[in-house]
């Protein structure tokens, strides 16, 4: 049973990271669907297979030869249901990501702003170059706070 | 003498306490807060002074008191301190001019200051005098190295203390980037001493020769000793390094004094002195410091006769010293080095307080600027006097014992009488450089003090009693250590790192040659001040092209060279495209695969297929998944996707059948059609798919991921499902027969997940409760905005 599950879990992996690629949210979704799909046979496989195996129902505690490996299965479990709750997560994400920024290609969505960065405490902290102007009006964020290097002096 | 083993800890520690003390009692004692610093000192000096007098009568000058507390014990480190004469030596040095720089700054570090900035400074420095003194008492390398990072991050922040000003910023910059860099390499260093000899201990290493004859046995011993030498080098500022120290300059005078004159400077010669005994026979030792030793002697008196600012004068002078008892080092010639250090300590440290003085005054550091001072400050005059004369090397002061017994020394010294060619080209390159030095003194004296006052200095009057007192200790200590000559032999002898020195130095000399050499100086520094002009026009000529700053410009050019390929590295990097990231963990995860299999040596030729267990609904539901993956991923529609993916569930269920579970294949089908309704309803408010058009090379990129990622996985399968890697033992066996014996359940999936597990299922529940509100979270935030 190996080779035919083997290969289609390579073949769910394998579409499953086409779609992580592409420039739409939904589909990159839906990879992740299909990677935790694979992830659950994959594991399934590991427990190993053959015809006569029964389900892991116990009658008798000390007769279980025959009966399927219970681990996998549990774990599976337990991985189906995180993997909802994380699609799920995801999927509400993308939701507000479009509501946002009204698109759903991650590559139109706008780049961390490097004068933001490079401004506040570094440069104007340290020299003391703003100085603390009463034009501004109270509350307003734009103003920084004055920086201690001014009352240093 | 009872045993005070115990203080040797507390030497270190009291300051670093006192440190704390300072910043957190300084915004309220503001300029006070300098009588901390002051007792912390006087306490770590005298502690220093007991262990040494304790040293003198017990078992003797080479060992020395040992204090160990295990710190990583698996890897050899431990707080190990010693107390040698040569490390009590440099803990007297640092604690003695620290009580004279605490009480200097007590008067000098202004009253405009916030208090909580003054108290930020006198923490800094005490936690400096602290991590010095660590350096001066380690007896672990590791631990030695980490007090001498602590030294370059306070000097760090005590040379940006005026941080508004750039230039301060970029010197404390440097100086930090060339010290802390200089350390790190140092580090590495240490660590292939400890790996070769298995011992961190430089007590140990000193006292076991076969440990030092393994290490320069070691194919590693050069590498070990550039590392170390490196980190000397940097902090000691010696030649290509020398630039960082008169950038270190805009620090406010009792740092410069403190760090850049008396103490911090001399580390790197104290690790060199420490690093003679294990590296000394070496073969790269002496050629490696007697040249960088001796370019730096030169070179700094060079450009101390050239510079015009007052303290940049003296710090090129200190690059100088440090140079000379770095080609010392070189020599073997150890017997010198406390003699050099204490002379060099007592004089510039005057010279620096007397600059700051002045500056203070006069409001300028150009001694160009400068003149005629002495009728306004008497004391000060005298006190530069003293001391420059120190400097100059003229009888009677201690500075003639020790350039007389540098020459002594140089002309004895049996590494040079083995190479006579060299030998009179070092003698007669000191001899210049000791002039130049010499021509320095008489301008500081002249400069400053005598010819004509310039108009704007009127208002120049004499400083406080407590500005030029500490100067004056110092002053006195150039002149009685000079005059009390027997005293300096004894202590010369007492506190060198050679332990078992001979030197006798004397005001009237024995031999002829080294006084006349003495002589020639005078007569060489004599005429160089005469002919300054014209020495300087020569200069000029020299360096019309390099402008005396190439190391600098070298540096900070290798500075924004890494800063630059750093940015754009990780522009490229970090570009902040999902497919980017996403590619990047998926090709890693097929490279990592590859390369494992590749190293541990399994091909494919080691899987082996088992066609006979096989089941024809099996198959049928692997070919129709195959399809619906397919159709999935070529999906253009909305819809066609949420159909199709839950086609790819449900098809994923039955296979769970064929694997005879059925407790998730009611899971998987309660929640696929959950995920169906879900993921409809979201997609509903979303746009439809767009018809992508992607360039040639970027489908080509995504389809060769894609393919290598589905054929590693599959071969991956494969090779696990193999009998040599199958795993054939059942590892919930123990689960299957203890389910209904003890979860009381014959389902052992079920009791697993309620009983076995249960608070890992209890973690499942609560992750599906912060993801619904997460989800509420998401959805509501909007409404609000609107």
């Not at chain 1, 109270?138 to 001014?150: C, D, F, I, N, R």
């Not at chain 2, 005490?126 to 991050?153: H, K, P």
């Not at chain 2, 089908?669 to 360039?695: A, D, G, N, Q, W």
């Not at chain 2, 795993?727 to 014996?741: F, I, K, T, V």
Request: charged share 10%; net charge neutral.
């Amino acid at each position: 049973m190996e080779l035919p599950l083997a290969l289609v879990i390579g073949f769910l992996f394998a579409c499953g990271t086409y779609a992580i690629l592409r420039p739409n949210l939904i589909r990159v979704v839906l990879g992740f669907g299909m990677y935790s799909n694979a992830v659950n046979l994959l594991m399934i496989v590991c427990g190993g297979y053959a015809k006569s195996t029964a389900a892991p129902f116990v009658a008798d505690a000390k007769q279980t030869a025959g009966l399927m490996d219970p681990l996998p299965p549990d774990i599976i479990l337990t991985a189906i249901v995180i993997s909802f709750a994380v699609g799920a997560l995801f999927l509400i994400v993308c939701y507000r990501v479009y509501l946002d920024h009204g698109t759903d290609n991650p590559e139109e969505l706008p780049q961390d702003d490097p004068a933001e960065e490079a401004g506040g405490i570094g440069f104007f902290g340290a020299g003391g170059y703003v100085a603390p102007s009463s034009g501004h009006e109270p509350g307003s964020h734009a103003s920084p706070s004055t920086p201690h290097a001014m009352k240093a002096v | 003498m009872t045993d005070q083993t115990h203080l040797l800890p507390w030497i270190v520690f009291v300051p670093f306490a006192a440190a704390l003390l300072a910043l957190w009692i300084g915004r309220w004692l503001g300029r006070r807060t300098g009588v901390l610093m002051v007792l912390a000192a006087a306490a770590s000096f005298a502690m220093s002074v007991m262990l040494f007098v304790g040293g003198l009568g017990g078992e003797g000058i080479s060992g020395g008191a040992r204090y160990f507390v295990p710190w990583m014990p698996a890897m050899n480190i431990g707080l190990g301190f010693r107390g040698d004469p040569f490390g009590l030596f440099f803990a007297l040095l640092v604690s003695g001019i620290g009580i004279l720089v605490g009480i200097y700054s007590l008067n000098y570090i202004g009253a405009d200051l916030r208090p909580a900035r003054v108290g930020r400074y006198y923490a800094a420095l005490i936690a400096f005098m602290g991590s010095m003194l660590g350096v001066a008492l380690a007896d672990d390398l590791m631990l030695l190295f980490v007090f001498w990072e602590i030294t370059s991050v306070t000097s760090f922040l005590l040379i940006g203390f005026w941080y508004e000003r750039d230039i301060a910023r970029r010197g404390a910059m440097t100086a930090l980037q060339v010290t802390a860099l200089g350390g790190l390499v140092m580090m590495v260093g240490f660590i292939v001493v400890g790996v070769v000899t298995g011992t961190f201990s430089i007590s140990e290493l000193t006292g076991d020769p076969q440990k030092i004859q393994k290490l320069l046995d070691s194919p590693l011993a050069l590498t070990a000793l550039a590392l170390i030498l490196a980190g000397a080098f940097t902090k000691s500022a010696q030649v290509p390094f020398h630039f960082w120290l008169p950038g270190a300059m805009v620090a406010p005078t009792p740092v410069s004094t403190y760090l850049h004159a008396a103490t911090m400077v001399k580390a790197g010669i104290f690790l060199v002195g420490r690093m003679l005994p294990v590296f000394g026979n070496h073969p790269a030792w002496t050629p490696v410091l007697v040249t960088v030793g001796l370019a730096t002697f030169v070179l700094g008196a060079y450009q101390a006769v050239r510079e015009t600012d007052l303290k940049g004068i003296l710090a090129r002078s200190t690059v100088s010293t440090l140079g000379m008892v770095m080609m010392v080092y070189g020599l073997k010639a150890a017997d010198q080095d406390a003699l050099q250090i204490l002379n060099h300590a007592a004089y510039k440290g005057g010279l620096f307080l007397v600059a700051g003085i002045i500056e203070h005054a006069a409001h300028t550091r150009d001694i160009r600027k400068l003149g005629g001072l002495r009728k306004d400050m008497p004391i000060t005059f005298w006190l530069c006097v003293l001391t420059a004369l120190s400097m100059a090397g003229v009888p009677p002061f201690f500075g003639f014992l020790a350039k007389e017994s540098l020459y002594g020394a140089l002309l004895a010294n049996a590494e040079l009488a083995a190479h006579p060619q060299a030998r009179w080209l070092v003698i007669g390159l000191c001899v210049l450089a000791n002039a130049c030095i010499f021509a320095v003194a008489c301008r500081l004296i002249f400069g400053i003090f005598l010819g004509k006052k310039p108009a704007d200095l009127d208002h120049v009057h004499e400083a406080a009693p407590g500005l030029w007192a500490p100067a004056a200790v110092l002053a006195t200590l150039a002149v009685a250590l000079g005059l009390a000559y027997p005293l300096t032999s004894w202590l010369a002898n007492h506190l060198s790192s050679a332990g078992d020195g001979h030197l006798h130095v004397s005001l009237w000399p024995e031999h002829w040659e080294p006084l006349t050499l003495s002589a020639l100086t005078m007569v060489l520094g004599l005429a160089i001040y005469k002919g300054r002009t014209l020495v300087a026009q020569l200069a000029h000529l020299l360096d019309k092209r390099a402008h005396g700053n190439g190391a600098q410009q070298a540096w900070d050019g290798g500075m924004a060279l890494a800063t630059w390929a750093g940015e754009t590295f990780s522009a490229r990097w970090q570009s902040g495209s999902l497919r980017w990231y996403l590619g990047a963990v998926m090709s890693a995860l097929v490279g990592l695969v590859v390369y494992g299999l590749y190293r541990v040596g399994i091909g494919l030729a080691e899987i082996q297929v088992n066609l006979r267990e096989m089941s024809w609904y099996g198959l049928a539901l692997c070919v129709l998944l195959g399809m619906a993956t397919w159709i999935l991923a070529t999906a253009r529609t909305r819809l066609g996707a949420a159909i199709t993916t839950t086609a790819v569930g449900f098809l994923v269920s039955l296979l769970f059948v064929v694997y005879r579970s059925p407790d998730i294949l009611l899971t998987q089908i309660l929640i696929e059609t959950v995920s169906t309704i879900f993921f409809l309803l979201v997609v509903y408010f979303m746009p439809p798919f767009k018809r992508e058009h992607p360039s040639p090379p970027r489908k080509l990129v995504n389809l060769g991921i894609s393919a290598a990622v589905g054929v590693t996985i599959t071969v991956l399968l494969l090779l696990c499902m193999s009998p040599p890697y199958r795993e054939l033992h059942n590892l919930g066996a123990g689960y299957l027969s203890r389910s209904l014996a003890e979860g009381g359940g014959a389902n052992a999936v079920n009791v697993i997940i309620v009983d076995i597990r249960a608070m890992d299922t209890n973690g499942e529940i609560t992750v599906l409760v912060v993801v619904g509100l997460c989800v509420y979270g998401l959805l509501r935030a909007r409404r609000r905005a609107a």
